[in-house]
């Protein structure tokens, strides 16, 4: 079942479109690579970028200085593969992955040779728990779990942490929308993604975060072809960030409170115009928690494909992002699936609504009232 295509005339409407830095927020940051005439290789607007991201996230947690470490990567999947190597993950190790989440989860798996398992998720939170990864651990030996933050939504890093200590099995959070919303546990591994429609977006990246200093420092050695002093001592990848995606990373770092107040507004915007629509359709909870990237609605009569294809006959860009679960994907068919009554229920539920710095309230008004005549 096709549920949305990414092959788009540029004319049509975006659901989604980047809040980047102008041309003269970066050219200070590209000045300086000019005068270094340096451009990758952990150059130093990479590292200034990395420590004062995780700067930023110190304070934004409330956490002592030099709690975090982190490494900045060429893409979220890189950050994901990169981890599960850190994690330990080695030819046919079983890998719990949640359903709904986007490809890259699983095919983060396959470099490794590791076995992507799919898990069923909650249908309330719309995430992997901890409680339904204990119940495969049960069943199966599980070397990894890969909990996804699905449409930015935080994950509970105190219980991740107890998972982890309880049954020895390693946890990575793919934190790929959710900067900032995120907290950073005590043991687990936290990926994010820097593309350009991420909220905190430089054009593509990753990042690496975690409370062990020594734990990145591999990480830096992996994205690094293996090396250390030009030795290849273990497995690795080119995976570093560009001089250049750092400059838009540290442009991005100074207008983030701007960024936050901006997709704040607008998911205010929509809060009230849903206020009329109580009855048929809300707005997912766990918004409330996070620095939305998309508008995700639960339709409460579960014809959220009738209501889609609606909607986009009347030239909304509507989406199903991370949609239809990934056990219905021809390339997962032949992953082993736990559980599929979580998934198949929002497969039904969920929608995602126009979301982005740049609409106004009239548009956004229209867009709801395009889905009340919808519903």
């Known amino acids: 079942m096709v549920f949305f295509s990414m092959n788009v005339p540029s004319s049509a409407p975006r659901s989604n479109i980047p809040d980047m830095p102008s041309v003269d927020d970066l050219l200070p940051y590209l000045r300086q690579i000019d005068e270094n005439r340096w451009y990758s290789n952990f150059g130093p607007l990479a590292q200034t970028f990395e420590t004062r991201f995780a700067q930023r996230m110190e304070k934004a947690h409330k956490l002592p200085d030099k709690t975090l470490s982190c490494v900045g990567l060429a893409s979220g999947y890189q950050a994901l593969t990169i981890g599960l190597r850190l994690l330990g993950v080695v030819p046919n190790d079983k890998v719990l992955i949640p359903s709904v989440t986007f490809p890259a989860c699983p095919l983060?798996?396959?470099?490794?040779?590791?076995?992507?398992?799919?898990?069923?998720?909650?249908?309330?939170?719309?995430?992997?728990?901890?409680?339904?990864?204990?119940?495969?651990?049960?069943?199966?030996?599980?070397?990894?779990?890969?909990?996804?933050?699905?449409?930015?939504?935080?994950?509970?890093?105190?219980?991740?942490?107890?998972?982890?200590?309880?049954?020895?099995?390693?946890?990575?959070?793919?934190?790929?929308?959710?900067?900032?919303?995120?907290?950073?546990?005590?043991?687990?591994?936290v990926a994010h993604s820097l593309h350009a429609l991420k909220p905190f977006g430089i054009g593509e990246g990753g990042l690496l975060v975690a409370r062990d200093p020594d734990l990145i420092q591999q990480a830096r050695e992996r994205i690094n072809f293996g090396m250390k002093d030009h030795i290849t001592y273990q497995t690795g990848e080119n995976a570093k960030m560009s001089e250049y995606h750092a400059a838009v990373g540290l442009a991005q770092l100074t207008r983030w409170e701007d960024i936050k107040k901006r997709r704040q507004k607008i998911y205010e915007t929509y809060k009230l115009f849903f206020e009329s629509l109580q009855d048929l359709t809300s707005i997912h909870p766990l918004l409330e928690k996070t620095i939305a990237s998309s508008l995700m609605i639960s339709l409460k009569e579960g014809n959220a494909l009738e209501v889609f294809n609606r909607l986009q006959q009347?030239?909304?860009?509507?989406?199903?992002?991370?949609?239809?679960?990934?056990?219905?994907?021809?390339?997962?068919?032949?992953?082993?699936?736990?559980?599929?009554?979580?998934?198949?229920?929002?497969?039904?539920?969920?929608?995602?609504?126009?979301?982005?710095?740049?609409?106004?309230d009239e548009e956004i008004g229209k867009i709801v009232q395009k889905l009340r005549e919808s519903l």
């Open 108 to 189: 983060a798996a396959a470099p490794l040779g590791a076995e992507a398992i799919l898990s069923d998720v909650d249908p309330q939170t719309w995430t992997l728990t901890p409680e339904i990864a204990r119940q495969a651990a049960s069943k199966m030996k599980l070397a990894a779990v890969m909990s996804v933050c699905v449409y930015g939504f935080p994950l509970p890093a105190e219980e991740w942490d107890a998972f982890s200590r309880e049954t020895g099995v390693k946890v990575i959070i793919d934190a790929a929308a959710a900067v900032e919303a995120q907290k950073y546990p005590e043991t687990c591994l």
């Open 314 to 360: 009347q030239n909304v860009a509507v989406h199903h992002t991370y949609l239809p679960p990934l056990y219905e994907h021809p390339a997962f068919a032949g992953l082993e699936v736990t559980g599929k009554e979580g998934a198949n229920e929002i497969k039904h539920k969920a929608l995602g609504l126009p979301f982005h710095a740049f609409l106004s």
